[in-house]
């Protein structure tokens, strides 16, 4: 079995106790959760969540991957008889108990089918421009927490970051492994789709003239494939510090239940060329404001502001 340096192996539960010393009262309630933040934090503390693919769910016996029973067993240090959680990245989440270590592999017993809502009802893409270091992975993190269906990597011109295939494999190896990290932390069920990056045209004709499958995470009925415009495929979200109309304004005009598109530029913003390119194709400029963001925190702003005007965001455990 491949061994794994434990401080790079991040819990599979909530969020870590305030550091030592700071009071864990002057943390306020979170909104939509219900309890108060202790009693929510010993919650998610105590739910012991893994991943397993459908393939490894039959009726009630569930096999989890080598690397998930490592966690299991030389993380968690669980023992047969314990309660954990399982989802299948596809929706479905499992209230399961642990019966032990066959083959190398751990097996649980699906004891009840999780009922509630976790995921966003808004489809929503994040298209991405490449950063640097570690920003893209952090990027990857949030986008996660923060509820989008689809991350799409975009080689631009002041992206400044030139990938071989050998890189672009590993790349998104790590991506896909922060990002199922991120869903079993804030509790979603469905694995985020991360395609590999690929050059801004390349992204546009493969949405307006490639195959239906190619469309950002549609269903089937809203997609078409004719014409050079994006509309007909969601409502699609220039973020540009050279300026836009207000996201309240552009996101009101927005039909009920259509997807949304956040196009977030690089560290040195989009070439003139870029935004007219995509303006050309139906594309909304939008402001986040007279202040020029890091592409990490506009990304984050553009999608808190997305799911809080269309998304769950703002809806709270009585709704």
């Not at 010393?21 to 012991?48: E, N, Y």
């Not at 789709?193 to 801004?200: C, N, S």
Request: hydrophobic content about 35%; some cysteine.
């Amino acid at each position: 079995m491949e061994r794994f340096d434990r401080a790079q192996i991040t819990c599979t539960g909530g969020p870590p106790w305030p550091p030592l010393g700071v009071s864990r009262r002057i943390f306020p309630k979170r909104g939509g959760h219900g309890g108060t933040p202790l009693q929510d934090q010993a919650k998610f503390m105590s739910r012991r969540r893994f991943y397993a693919s459908p393939d490894n769910i039959t009726d009630s016996d569930i096999t989890l991957s080598l690397d998930e029973t490592h966690h299991l067993t030389h993380v968690l240090r669980m023992t047969p008889g314990d309660q954990a959680f399982v989802f299948d990245g596809c929706g479905h989440e499992y209230k399961c108990t642990f019966l032990g270590i066959n083959d190398n592999h751990a097996h649980l017993e699906s004891n009840e089918a999780l009922r509630d809502a976790v995921e966003s009802p808004l489809q929503l893409t994040l298209a991405q421009a490449l950063a640097k270091g570690e920003k893209f992975n952090f990027i990857i993190q949030k986008a996660t927490e923060l509820g989008v269906s689809r991350i799409v990597p975009l080689i631009t011109r002041y992206a400044q970051i030139k990938l071989d295939d050998n890189q672009i494999e590993r790349r998104l190896e790590r991506w896909r492994r922060i990002s199922l990290e991120a869903l079993k932390q804030c509790g979603r069920r469905r694995v985020v789709e991360i395609t590999a990056p690929q050059p801004l045209p390349k992204f546009l004709d493969s949405v307006t003239h490639g195959d239906v499958a190619d469309a950002p995470s549609l269903p089937i009925e809203s997609r078409e494939t004719s014409g050079p415009k994006l509309a007909a495929c969601a409502t699609w979200l220039l973020f540009s510090e050279k300026g836009g109309a207000a996201i309240t304004e552009v996101l009101s005009e927005m039909p009920e239940r259509r997807a949304v598109v956040a196009l977030v530029g690089p560290e040195g913003g989009w070439s003139d060329e870029e935004i007219e390119l995509l303006v050309s194709h139906g594309a909304k400029a939008v402001s986040l404001g007279p202040r020029v963001l890091r592409t990490e925190t506009a990304a984050i702003v553009a999608l808190t502001l997305i799911q809080h005007l269309k998304g769950d965001l703002s809806i709270t455990g009585t709704e």
